[in-house]
């Protein structure tokens, strides 16, 4: 086999950026379990920021509405870095719902439960997002990798202060 075919065997493996396609695949079957969890905690803040009664109420519909916007934003980038790895994001709520850790809230609008609710969730996103920093790291995946160190970071401070609401 010459030069030139091998390379054009090996480039027939990598992705569009430059990633082996089949351990990218690893990473886009964790990204759309991730970006499930996203949309359901993204549906959840929601219905927080619609419901939330009580004497912080103020406070608390302005902080989940600050947080579903950036969740917004994440599910965004998240579903752009699956295209980036070559595979197509998951779009419909049935899977959704199939593959999310977190579960659907409905009628909750006492202000510790969604404090409580929304610290869950990000507990969730954030061992998710280990997992994904290590499975990156493993496999030369920086791109994805630093997004994930960014939203563990970001996410780390939420819990550290919605926690000091609830105390």
């Given at each position: 086999?010459?030069?030139?075919?091998?390379?054009?065997?090996?480039?027939?493996?990598?992705n569009q950026i430059g990633l082996e396609q089949?351990?990218?695949?690893?990473?886009?079957?964790k990204l759309n379990e991730l970006l499930a969890d996203y949309h359901i905690f993204y549906q959840n803040v929601r219905g927080f920021?619609?419901?939330?009664?009580?004497?912080?109420?103020f406070i608390l519909?302005?902080?989940?509405?600050?947080?579903?916007?950036?969740?917004f934003e994440k599910i965004d980038e998240i579903a752009e870095r699956i295209l980036m790895l070559g595979e197509t994001p998951d779009h419909s709520y049935s899977r959704f719902l199939d593959k999310s850790e977190i579960?659907?809230?409905?009628?909750v609008s006492e202000q510790k439960e969604t404090v409580s609710?929304?610290?869950?969730?990000l507990q969730t996103l954030v061992s998710k997002?280990?997992?994904?920093?290590?499975l990156t790291d493993q496999l030369n995946d920086e791109g994805t990798n630093s997004m994930m160190s960014d939203y563990i970071g970001e996410q780390e401070k939420s819990i550290w202060m919605y926690n000091a609401f609830l105390k």
């Open positions: 086999m010459n030069k030139a075919t091998m390379n054009a065997k090996n480039n027939e493996a990598l089949e351990k990218s695949n690893r990473i886009v079957g920021h619609w419901n939330i009664k009580g004497e912080q109420f519909h302005e902080k989940f509405e600050e947080l579903y916007n950036d969740l579960g659907e809230m409905t009628d609710r929304v610290v869950e969730g997002e280990r997992e994904l920093l290590e």
